[in-house]
């Protein structure tokens, strides 16, 4: 199947720095990109999908300010947490499906686990 | 919207036994139904779908899913487990004009030795 790699698979930083997380298709193009946020033992809850060349789409209860996505190219998209807080500590998991083929199964990243302190 | 229910948080069953997770959807017009399997601190990995036809379908690592119109039931299944099975199982369906996946709460799977 197709491959999206995330990086860091992990990151510390201290409250209140910011935290970009990648996600890339390493074998397609993807113009539209989701990212998800897990609590622990929890189901993943979408957070905003992002479109290449557009501005994201956030759901409800979402942040757009705190949580910042760039879609600049159509195999790569960013989400990078401004002022991080300890609560914002959580497994993040980028999605991306290959436009091309006009398949309707979603690829995942690896996840990052950030953790604020 | 389209929504899926998976009514266990955990299943247990022994290695070499035959293995179902269960998982019931709430879908409008044709479903799409997929299952994904998650091991510790790692993304998701997609098992099998069901767009149409045949309602058995064959999916990764010896999983299948039979898709059930009447019950609105999609159970993932194998015939003989793994201990190496042991992982977080998600069904999800697509919805929205950007197909974004909602998924189940999760099921936690344990093969014991």
Request: hydrophobic fraction near 35%.
């Amino acid at each position: 199947g197709a491959v999206v790699s995330q990086h860091p698979s992990w990151v510390i930083c201290k409250s209140g720095t910011s935290v970009k997380i990648e996600c890339r298709s390493l074998d397609f193009q993807a113009t539209t990109m989701f990212w998800y946020r897990q609590f622990p033992k929890q189901s993943l809850m979408l957070m905003a999908t992002s479109n290449e060349g557009s501005k994201a789409t956030y759901e409800q209860g979402v942040e757009k300010d705190k949580f910042l996505i760039n879609h600049a190219s159509l195999t790569l998209s960013t989400l990078t947490v401004t002022s991080a807080h300890p609560e914002d500590s959580s497994f993040y998991i980028c999605s991306a499906r290959d436009h091309g083929q006009g398949t309707t199964e979603a690829f995942f990243g690896q996840g990052t686990r950030l953790t604020v302190v | 919207a389209q929504s899926v229910a998976q009514p266990e948080d955990q299943v247990n069953v022994a290695e070499g036994n035959p293995l179902t997770v269960k998982c019931t959807y709430s879908v409008s017009g044709n479903p799409y139904l997929f299952w994904y399997v998650q091991y510790p601190n790692r993304g998701l990995q997609f098992l099998l779908k069901y767009i149409t036809g045949d309602n058995l379908v064959k999916g990764s690592y010896g999983f299948e899913a039979e898709f059930n119109k009447s019950q609105t039931s999609f159970h993932l299944k194998k015939p003989s487990a793994l201990v190496s099975d042991s992982a977080l199982y998600f069904c999800a369906v697509p919805q929205g004009s950007a197909r974004q996946l909602t998924f189940g709460s999760g099921t936690q799977l344990t093969v014991l030795p």
